[in-house]
C-alpha cells in the first residue's frame, strides 16, 4: 500500500503539469475562435 501510495505521489506533480498544459491550450484555442 504504502508502495503504491508513493508512486502516486511521484507522478502527482506530471499529472498537475498536463492537466493544466492542456487547460492552458484550450484557452488558447477559445481565444482564437
Known amino acids: 500500500l504504502q508502495q503504491k501510495l508513493s508512486y502516486r505521489h511521484?507522478?502527482?506533480?506530471?499529472?498537475?503539469?498536463?492537466?493544466?498544459?492542456?487547460?492552458?491550450?484550450?484557452?488558447e484555442m477559445r481565444h482564437i475562435e
Do not use: N, Q, T
Open 10 to 27: 511521484d507522478d502527482l506533480p506530471s499529472i498537475v503539469e498536463l492537466i493544466r498544459s492542456r487547460i492552458e491550450w484550450a484557452e
